[in-house]
């Protein structure tokens, strides 16, 4: 069992930047891909970064790319997000997931994923 626990949202204005991290719980956290997705209202859970088991491979959602970058700290537990020219449709509640195990999903889906986060809530006001 692992619980990951995500923080660092809030309220930023467009063209800023906020740093999310995602500790998780257990030894094995090196073992796990770590991804995050967000959720605005009214929309689907979407994809927004992953970072590989091994390796450190990383990967992103076109909307991302070219300003979010996701890293780990496997000392530390913890999986990190900087976000840097936010814009307001970047508005939503972030989530960390973990995976334990590689599945024909892949890690751009949540269905690829084994534990979730409560999220963090992320304004950005124009």
């Known amino acids: 069992q692992v619980q990951v626990v995500e923080s660092g949202g809030g309220l930023v204005q467009a063209g800023g930047s906020l740093r999310l991290s995602c500790a998780a719980s257990g030894r094995t956290f090196s073992r796990y891909a770590m991804g995050w997705f967000r959720q605005a209202p009214g929309k689907e859970r979407e994809f927004v970064a992953a970072?590989?088991?091994?390796?450190?491979?990383?990967y992103y959602a076109d909307s991302a790319k070219g300003r979010f970058t996701i890293s780990r700290d496997n000392a530390k537990n913890t999986v990190y997000l900087e976000m840097n020219s936010l814009k307001p449709e970047d508005t939503a509640v972030y989530y960390c997931?973990?995976?334990?195990?590689?599945?024909?999903?892949?890690?751009?889906?949540?269905?690829?994923?084994?534990?979730w986060g409560q999220g963090t809530q992320v304004t950005v006001s124009s």
């Open positions: 997931a973990a995976a334990a195990l590689p599945r024909s999903s892949g890690l751009g889906s949540a269905k690829g994923y084994d534990y």
């Open positions: 970072i590989s088991w091994v390796g450190g491979r990383t």
